[in-house]
């Protein structure tokens, strides 16, 4: 047995495996790749992957270059995989791929059209919260249309986020583009490949079965949606948490209830029948959430026309299926919990970290560990969006892993402990103070 312990290849230690080797992101620029496309600038990075503005040889035509920024062997095979799975994805609300190709050095690139749009997640920071429902409706049902043309090739999102949502203006109407379809399965190859339990991702919008690492199917993007309309209409999260594992056990939690809509936002149209298709999207078990994204739309769009019309055609929201969801919910948020960690929220997570990265010049060819990004706010979540919505209180956490201020519109339970113990201070000090006084005068009286 020994024997053929020895003779087995030997295996990469954990310490191996937490390094890969990077390469200068901005070495490409200006390059030629194959001779047939030049690579012009950087238009964005995240954590595992590089974006490029690329000129086709041929035709001077502009298009988006993506590739993985680590040059490892089985990132690279597993992002050519996932590549030739969006080629199929020929769809007027999906990111238009165009080819692909593998360089004599082994790395990989994927061509597609360039979008000249912004990100929900970017109208977030410039416009706030979503507040017409015409403007949910373009972006929501287009997102459906997508989700179900892949759905129906087998295909799993697996990473629906404000970030991956694309929005542009053409002839007057919104152009809707979903982007990186399918490219979250990377995330669980650098996961096994740098430390055991690192999560990079988006837990904020992860499904239950998804933080549980179980397998997932159309009902884990039908979750992500739900999370990412409620955080469209009402500028929040359904659940507060400090740190990326609170967030994935909120998730998990049957027990969790975010608060509803139309008491975040009152004013917002037909915000019961909206918060009532959140809720059944949002169930923990997937068997009690919509079966298919083709459902999940069917009652979004009895919510908008009941919105358009007044009328609830057929009385869809006052069925059996609707009725639980109708009532008056307990609601049920976790307090916010103060672990520190130290995990990658979202794009812009990666982006404030990649930028503080290049201050210390990582682009070189030494290697480097995959570090585990900051938590970071997300849509209205941050400092900056306090200062645009004037909502929210800001909160700072202890600067293990740079913290970032985190945002909760409720008063926590500690900030009403600290006012308590203020208000006792203050007490004993004027009691203090006038039984010193008190004192001081009898003193002096009896001496005369």
């Excluded at 995989?81 to 593998?102: A, D, G, S, Y």
């Excluded at 912004?118 to 949910?136: I, K, N, Y």
């Excluded at 869809?316 to 009532?327: C, E, I, R, T």
């Excluded at 990004?373 to 400092?383: E, K």
Aim: aromatic letters at 8%; proline letters at 6%.
């Amino acid at each position: 047995m020994e024997e053929e312990d020895r003779n087995q290849p030997s295996r990469p230690s954990i310490e191996e495996n937490e390094a890969l080797q990077p390469f200068d992101i901005n070495a490409l620029v200006g390059k030629k790749l194959e001779d047939r496309y030049q690579i012009m600038d950087i238009v964005g990075q995240g954590g595992m992957a590089v974006v490029y503005r690329g000129r086709r040889l041929v035709d001077g035509a502009a298009v988006a270059i993506k590739t993985l920024k680590f040059a490892e062997a089985a990132l690279m095979k597993r992002f050519m995989r996932e590549v030739q799975i969006h080629i199929q994805l020929k769809h007027p609300n999906i990111v238009e791929p165009i080819e692909f190709f593998t360089t004599g050095e082994g790395r990989t690139f994927f061509v597609m059209e360039l979008l000249r749009g912004r990100s929900v997640e970017d109208l977030f920071l410039t416009r706030g919260r979503f507040h017409r429902p015409a403007d949910l409706k373009e972006i929501i049902a287009a997102v459906c249309d997508a989700l179900a043309f892949a759905h129906n090739l087998g295909i799993v999102h697996r990473d629906v986020k404000p970030a991956n949502i694309i929005v542009s203006i053409q002839d007057g109407g919104k152009i809707v583009d979903v982007v990186d379809f399918g490219l979250a399965k990377l995330h669980e190859d650098l996961q096994r490949i740098t430390k055991t339990g690192q999560v990079l991702g988006s837990p904020v919008y992860m499904s239950p079965e998804q933080c549980r690492g179980d397998s997932l199917d159309p009902r884990s993007d039908i979750y992500s949606l739900a999370v990412v309309m409620y955080e469209m209409v009402t500028g929040e999260l359904p659940f507060d948490a400090s740190n990326p594992v609170a967030m994935m056990e909120s998730h998990c939690n049957p027990e969790l209830i975010p608060i509803p809509i139309y008491r975040r936002d009152p004013d917002f149209p037909g915000g019961r029948e909206l918060n009532s298709i959140v809720r059944k999207s949002m169930e923990t078990d997937p068997s009690l959430r919509y079966q298919t994204i083709d459902q999940f739309k069917e009652a979004f769009m009895n919510w908008y026309q009941l919105v358009a019309t007044g009328a609830d055609a057929g009385g869809f929201f006052q069925s059996a299926d609707y009725a639980a969801y109708m009532k008056e919910p307990e609601p049920s948020v976790p307090e916010p919990s103060l672990t520190p960690g130290a995990f990658s929220l979202s794009s812009r997570a990666q982006e404030l970290e990649s930028a503080s990265q290049s201050d210390r010049s990582i682009n070189d060819s030494k290697p480097v560990e995959i570090r585990e990004v900051p938590l970071a706010s997300s849509g209205l979540r941050g400092a900056l969006d306090e200062k645009l919505t004037g909502q929210g209180q800001i909160r700072s956490f202890p600067s293990h892993g740079g913290y970032s201020d985190f945002v909760s519109e409720a008063t926590p339970r500690e900030s009403k402990a600290a006012d308590l113990i203020m208000k006792v201070v203050l007490f004993v000090v004027v009691v203090a103070a006038f039984t010193g006084g008190t004192i001081y005068l009898c003193i002096k009286f009896m001496s005369q």
